[in-house]
């Protein structure tokens, strides 16, 4: 869920903002709602992003509308301050990028490593934690709902991208390969697994990237394989090794404006999580779709797929379980609370949910699974009240 597109000033988001206020005849109403999100205009998520859209209007029997604003109203950045100022009604929250405003989300996010320690379809892990973090946070964690609140907005809807994987311009499946290997890690867990690994982890932009794998100022991106096309690496990489460092990153997608969630009534709520679902879905199923077609094409080019060595994905396994209890005594000084126990809940929820993603073949199946399993489960009249 990365931005692809150089972000925007915040004065020119506040200037389109207005412009926009101005054709609406002033703030928007409660049935002609608008949603900001920080990709552009054509990337893979807002085909995604307008299936929440038309989901709505459906759902309201076309009283409540949606207009979508692809990089626009606000980037990635802004979405936070910009969904609790009202210059959007909602909007995608990368919860990663806003480490104080966020910190139990944000421990359940960096949880996703835990499907790298449960039994199932690895690439189908991804449907299965989402399921399972909409469910903790939702269900499960007052605390996170909390601080959404406090930022004037609530979440309704989360996703991950598929798992993370090592694309090089060398073999890396040991130990020994990863000595010293500059690996450009995009989030706290894999600049952690580098580091573990005996290799140097370099933070540079996802942008910069591309440059970087071609100068040589690195050797590998741990990235998904979604990102081969989205960012080019297919023409540069030489080497994928699939199962190491694994982990998603995961955000909220459809985060409300508090204000515009209580104007609405009980009809107008459920329609909003129907869209929810549908989102989630899409999102997940975009990515997931992608994620294979580019394997595909990579074999296709003579890059060379490769698995981890068993020393080296034990190693990798055992860190990762290690990391866990490291993330609770860390987030604690974040002012996470029972960060051990969560964790444990956050890894019962995601094993129930491994084995209801398994025969889902369709991603209008997996919409229903996510309304009938989480979202219809939503108590509109109370909550966010």
């Known amino acids: 869920m990365i931005n692809t597109t150089k972000i925007t000033s915040g004065a020119a988001s506040l200037l389109i903002a207005g412009a926009v206020a101005t054709v609406f005849g002033g703030a928007a109403s409660a049935k002609d709602l608008r949603y900001a999100i920080g990709w552009p205009a054509g990337a893979l998520p807002v085909e995604a992003v307008q299936t929440y859209a038309d989901t709505v209007e459906e759902a309201s029997d076309g009283d409540i509308t949606v207009k979508v604003f692809p990089l626009s109203l606000l980037n990635f950045l802004e979405s936070s301050s ?48 989402t399921g399972a973090i909409m469910e903790y946070v939702l269900f499960n964690c007052d605390a996170c709902v909390a601080e959404f609140e406090a930022q004037n907005q609530i979440y309704t ?51 910069e990237t591309f440059e970087a794998l071609n100068q040589g100022v690195i050797d590998c991106t ?87 060595e068993p020393e080296m994905l034990k190693a990798s396994r055992d860190w990762i379980e290690s990391d866990v209890t490291a993330m609770v005594d860390a987030y604690a000084e974040r002012g996470v609370e029972n960060g051990a126990e969560n964790a444990q809940k956050m890894r019962d929820i995601l094993m129930k949910w491994v084995p209801m993603v398994e025969g889902v073949e369709t991603v209008e199946a997996m919409t229903e699974l996510y309304w009938t399993e989480v979202l219809s489960k939503v108590d509109v009249a109370t909550y966010g009240k």
């Open 157 to 207: 809807a989360g996703a991950a991208t598929p798992p993370y994987m090592l694309q090089c311009t060398k073999p890396v499946t040991s130990a020994e390969d990863l000595k010293g290997t500059r690996v450009r890690a995009g989030g706290a867990f894999w600049s952690r697994w580098v580091e573990a690994m005996g290799a140097t982890p370099v933070s540079i932009s996802v942008n």
């Open 222 to 308: 741990a990235s998904s394989a979604s990102e081969l096309t989205n960012f080019s690496f297919i023409d540069v990489v030489t080497d994928i090794t699939t199962d190491i460092p694994g982990s998603s990153f995961s955000s909220g997608v459809t985060n409300v404006n508090l204000d515009t969630w209580r104007g609405l009534d009980d009809a107008g709520r459920t329609a909003l999580l129907r869209g929810s679902a549908a989102v989630a879905a899409h999102l997940n199923w975009a990515y997931w779709t992608e994620a294979k077609d580019n394997v595909a094409k990579a074999e296709e080019r003579g890059i060379n797929f490769r698995t981890a």
């Open 82 to 129: 910009g969904v609790r100022d009202g210059i959007a009604d909602m909007t995608t929250v990368l919860t990663p990028y806003f480490l104080s405003e966020f910190p139990n989300t944000n421990f359940a996010s960096e949880l996703a490593s835990l499907s790298e320690l449960v039994e199932g379809d690895r690439d189908r892990m991804v449907f299965a934690y």
